[in-house]
């Protein structure tokens, strides 16, 4: 019953510093996606999978790297950390609500700071 | 140039009168809006949507209505209780099985005070 889970919470970095947000689902979604929330902002597609195997770019995708070798895991790389990536990351996964809509189940979130 | 746009940043309400959130929309290909709320330190979560079909959908003290022709949707919660209190986030997409592809906008930030 775990839903969407993230980790880590927290992290901070130094510019030029990469590393890789984890998301993994439990709910057999097919579509996963990854979003980041900027101040007063809101929620912006980073990239995403509609299955294993199948990744494309959102609205936001530069200086980001996915890959989608289960359904379970859609893990988001940061290749070269830059402050202008300080940001809250939310993972999401796709499925059918009650009401028979598709719906984004969203992780707890990644909060990452780059100094 | 921002397809959904939530132009009150915040809104103040008193503890069981009406709550009501607006969004615009400008991309007329747009046919499915979807409400999600978010508490601090947690991701958001679904509330309530509605297709282009309709314009009105309900669920228990929350209803969504949809101006197809000013392109606008609002969010009523009635009576709005200070567990209400929220950032709320509209959402549009063109199509249903699109809906993973959403655009969002700024968000409003709901204070329902006791």
């Known amino acids: 019953n775990a839903g969407v889970t993230q980790t880590p919470k927290f992290q901070v970095l130094k510019t030029g510093q990469s590393m890789t947000l984890q998301c993994a689902q439990d709910m057999n979604h097919e579509y996963m996606s990854w979003y980041r929330q900027d101040p007063g902002m809101g929620l912006r597609l980073i990239h995403y999978?509609?299955?294993?195997?199948?990744?494309d770019q959102g609205e936001v995708p530069n200086g980001y790297n996915v890959s989608r070798s289960t359904t379970e895991d859609f893990p988001l790389r940061l290749l070269s950390a830059a402050p202008s990536q300080t940001s809250v990351y939310f993972c999401?996964?796709?499925?059918?609500?009650?009401?028979?809509?598709?719906?984004?189940?969203f992780g707890a979130g990644s909060r990452l700071t780059v100094l | 140039d921002q397809q959904v746009k939530q132009n009150s940043p915040s809104l103040s309400v008193q503890e069981g009168r009406i709550s009501i959130l607006n969004c615009d929309y400008t991309?007329?290909?747009?046919?499915?809006f979807l409400w999600y709320k978010k508490y601090p330190a947690e991701g958001p979560t679904f509330l309530i949507s509605i297709s282009s079909i309709k314009d009105k959908n309900e669920d228990g003290r929350f209803t969504v209505f949809l101006n197809k022709s000013a392109k606008h949707l609002s969010l009523h919660i009635v009576p709005s209780q200070p567990g209400d209190s929220a950032v709320y986030f509209c959402a549009a997409s063109p199509h249903n099985t699109n809906a993973g592809k959403s655009t969002f906008g700024d968000g409003t930030t709901l204070t329902v005070k006791p």
């Open positions: 999401a996964s796709r499925g059918t609500g009650s009401s028979g809509a598709n719906v984004l189940t």
């Open positions: 999978s509609v299955g294993a195997g199948i990744t």
């Open positions: 991309n007329s290909m747009f046919d499915y």
